[in-house]
């Protein structure tokens, strides 16, 4: 029982590691890194302000989603929406996380993504959002561009080879395709 309990504090600070080096999601202060990849508030007990909330657990007055429309483009199963929308809003908004708040996000049994697209999109939509809303200046650039090398090596460590194939299909779409957003429509 020590040994897996060993196990899997190397694989978490490997996986924390990991993110932190190469600009990735991890837990945090619900802050965007310069890379375009947010961070993830959790274990918090008090309320405060953030700049993003994961989609399945956010609520926007009317007002607000009329003013930020979400981006047609991201079509299809729209992966990363929550990025998208979340980073504008907080560019206008206070984002309040609300740990009180409970909610129940149900998941559709149809329209799911395999990890193969799921892997590609992530590269492809976080490549397009990061273009569309951050500074294109060399600190960010060089985020961005350390999180599209170190996607698939985070896909490695945690032996996801779907995701894998995935990433590696959306970073050749990246490098090589006029428009790799077109192709996931």
Same mark, same amino acid.
Not at 4 to 14: C, E, F, P, T, V
Not at 134 to 141: E, G, N, R, S, V
């Given at each position: 029982?020590?040994?897996?309990?060993?196990?899997?504090?190397?694989?978490?600070?490997?996986?924390?590691?990991?993110?932190?080096?190469?600009?990735?999601?991890?837990?945090?202060?619900?802050?965007?890194?310069?890379?375009?990849?947010?961070?993830?508030?959790?274990?918090?007990?008090?309320?405060?302000?953030?700049?993003?909330?994961?989609?399945?657990?956010?609520?926007?007055?009317?007002?607000?989603?009329?003013?930020?429309? *979400?981006?047609?483009? %991201?079509?299809?199963?729209?992966?990363?929406?929550?990025?998208? /929308? &979340? =980073?504008? @809003?907080?560019?206008?908004?206070?984002?309040?996380?609300?740990?009180?708040?409970?909610?129940?996000?149900?998941?559709?049994?149809?329209?799911?993504?395999?990890?193969?697209?799921?892997?590609?999109?992530?590269?492809?939509?976080?490549?397009?959002?990061?273009?569309?809303? *951050?500074?294109?200046? %060399?600190?960010?650039?060089?985020?961005?561009?350390?999180?599209? /090398? &170190? =996607?698939? @090596?985070?896909?490695?460590?945690?032996?996801?080879?779907?995701?894998?194939?995935?990433?590696?299909?959306?970073?050749?779409?990246?490098?090589?395709?006029?428009?790799?957003?077109?192709?996931?429509?």
């Amino acid at each position: 029982m020590k040994a897996l309990s060993l196990l899997s504090k190397i694989h978490r600070a490997g996986n924390y590691l990991l993110s932190k080096i190469f600009f990735l999601p991890h837990e945090g202060s619900g802050r965007f890194l310069p890379s375009g990849f947010p961070t993830f508030i959790s274990n918090r007990s008090e309320e405060c302000l953030s700049e993003y909330v994961p989609g399945g657990l956010t609520a926007y007055r009317a007002a607000v989603i009329k003013k930020i429309r *979400f981006d047609e483009h %991201l079509q299809s199963y729209g992966y990363m929406e929550d990025d998208d /929308i &979340g =980073y504008r @809003i907080s560019r206008l908004f206070q984002i309040l996380y609300c740990p009180a708040a409970r909610c129940q996000h149900l998941h559709a049994s149809m329209g799911r993504i395999t990890p193969y697209e799921a892997g590609k999109m992530l590269m492809i939509n976080h490549h397009y959002l990061f273009h569309k809303n *951050f500074p294109q200046d %060399l600190h960010h650039q060089l985020a961005h561009w350390l999180s599209l /090398i &170190g =996607y698939p @090596i985070l896909q490695v460590w945690n032996l996801q080879g779907q995701r894998l194939i995935g990433s590696f299909s959306g970073l050749w779409l990246i490098l090589f395709h006029k428009n790799p957003l077109s192709v996931i429509k």
